[in-house]
């Protein structure tokens, strides 16, 4: 069934409030604790959209409530223009101590262990209601959720942002190579290209070409995040004058795993600067800075930009670029 043009003088703007929860949560109990509305008042609010609408909108099956095609048509349009209503109208003021809301970040853990760590701590003092929930950032449908409204903000290092995104930068660092303490490299202060010839190497990737890397970024939907966690053409440039090429004996997803893999090896590892020296604290492992020039690399927040004008989404925003400045400077004083 498909209806026709819908009058707004019959719309009641709640039913866009729970059209808009139910699409995000795919679940009328979430949706109606959002809305603090039971599941039946989201039931009977459906069933009022579908006959203003014409569509069931929303079809129950055992993953939820997927949206129909007309659903997920007019969800951007609408969902966009709820949010400029609401911010227009200053429909809901956001006081950080009494908020309970759930802001839901992309971020890897190299991202959630220098900058996600010391945000959480600073929402236990100015916002002990508030809840993080950390989805992966190398998920390939990162930029699909975005757009969903599933991700809040998506931290990392982005090569190209579309223009339905917003981006903030955070932080810019270099590149830096760690060993374990007592690692034979270390009786010397610098590092030099032979070394990386005679030692393996340890590289974070967390994804290759079988999943559309190309030069260390994976595009989707005009997103493009990085792959790989180290410089590569800049290596590959510096070592091109010596016969013997390095080796890249272990590639890993998740950085924090480094520790363990270099403790009882003569391996080294190239990290982003933030990482080696949030690795460096214990004292298992030692910092030098590479024997040639790496690009720095830029991360970014990334945001849909309907979320532009919503205030608790603008101070989310506000309070991780602080968390983000805290740890670059904590960085260069150390």
């Known amino acids: 069934m498909h209806g026709g043009t819908v009058s707004i003088g019959r719309m009641d703007l709640n039913l866009l409030k729970v059209f808009d929860a139910v699409y995000e949560d795919r679940n009328l109990l979430r949706a109606g604790r959002r809305l603090n509305l039971s599941q039946s008042a989201v039931s009977h609010a459906l069933t009022r959209l579908r006959e203003l609408v014409g569509d069931d909108l929303f079809v129950r099956t055992g993953k939820g409530m997927v949206p129909t095609g007309r659903a997920a048509a007019m969800a951007s349009t609408l969902r966009d223009a709820l949010r400029r209503i609401e911010a227009a109208l200053g429909v809901e003021p956001f006081s950080p101590g009494q908020s309970s809301r759930q802001f839901v970040i992309a971020a890897n853990d190299h991202v959630t262990a220098v900058i996600v760590a010391p945000l959480s701590r600073e929402l236990q003092k100015v916002a002990p ?24 903000l998506a931290i990392g290092i982005f090569s190209q ?8 930068t955070l932080m810019s660092q270099g590149e830096a190579m760690l060993m374990r303490k007592g690692h034979p490299a270390s009786r010397r202060r610098k590092l030099t290209l032979q070394d990386f010839a005679k030692y393996p190497l340890v590289t974070i990737s967390v994804g290759g070409q079988e999943e559309g890397a190309v030069e260390g970024f994976i595009l989707e939907r005009g997103l493009a995040r990085q792959s ?5 053409h800049a290596l590959q440039e510096a070592l091109s004058g010596i016969e013997e090429v390095p080796r890249l004996r272990v590639t890993v997803p998740h ?14 590892s190239i990290v982003p600067t933030s990482l080696a020296k949030a690795l460096t604290r214990t004292g298992e492992l030692l910092l030098r800075q590479p024997p040639y020039r790496a690009g720095t690399a830029i991360t ?23 968390a983000a400045e805290a740890t670059g400077k904590m960085d260069r004083e150390n």
């Open 129 to 152: 209601g508030v809840d993080l929930v950390i989805r992966p950032s190398t998920r390939l449908d990162l930029a699909e959720q975005i757009d969903l409204g599933r991700i809040d």
């Open 300 to 322: 970014r927040a990334v945001w849909h930009r309907r979320n532009d004008h919503d205030a608790a989404h603008a101070w989310l925003r506000d309070m991780v670029a602080s």
């Open 255 to 268: 950085s924090l795993a480094i520790p363990a893999l270099l403790r009882d090896s003569d391996m080294l």
């Open 228 to 232: 790989e966690m180290f410089d590569r």
């Open 161 to 168: 942002v579309p223009p339905r995104l917003n981006a903030r």
